[in-house]
């Protein structure tokens, strides 16, 4: 064998085996896309899952804003029913005592008026007596 066949023989095995790098490049090429892919899903899903996550948070904080303002409200009317409240109870106390010094007064008035009769009837039943005897 001369050079040449020796130069061939050795360009031929390096053709094949460049053949096989080539074919194992192809090889990790698509493992590699199909493990890119596969990553690429998952974090579609883990991003869809956080906004999922984001959307409730959201919505949360709504509900609780809209529940604060409730709660509120609520205390607002409640101040508000407790205040009229007292209010009719302290007018239902000075009701009350102005109807007592009223019943006060009228038996007053009425132990006076009484008082005058038995005076008048005294002075009629003296009269009489002095006029009887």
């Given at each position: 064998m001369n050079k040449e066949d020796l130069i061939l023989q050795k360009l031929e095995s390096m053709d094949a085996d460049l053949q096989v790098v080539r074919s194992e490049v192809k090889d990790v090429?698509?493992?590699?896309?199909?493990?890119?892919?596969?990553?690429?899903?998952?974090?579609?899903?883990?991003?869809?899952?956080?906004?999922?996550m984001r959307d409730d948070a959201s919505e949360m904080k709504v509900?609780?804003?809209?529940?604060?303002?409730?709660?509120?409200?609520?205390?607002?009317?409640?101040?508000?029913k407790l205040q009229t409240l007292d209010s009719k109870l302290d007018g239902l106390i000075e009701n009350m005592r102005d109807r007592k010094l009223e019943t006060n007064e009228r038996w007053k008035?009425?132990?006076?008026?009484?008082?005058?009769?038995?005076?008048v009837l005294s002075l009629i039943l003296s009269i009489l007596t002095r006029i009887g005897r």
């Open positions: 090429r698509s493992e590699m896309s199909d493990r890119m892919d596969k990553i690429e899903s998952k974090l579609e899903d883990v991003n869809a899952e956080l906004r999922d509900n609780q804003a809209k529940q604060a303002g409730d709660l509120h409200t609520l205390e607002a009317k409640m101040d508000g008035i009425g132990g006076i008026i009484v008082s005058c009769g038995v005076a």
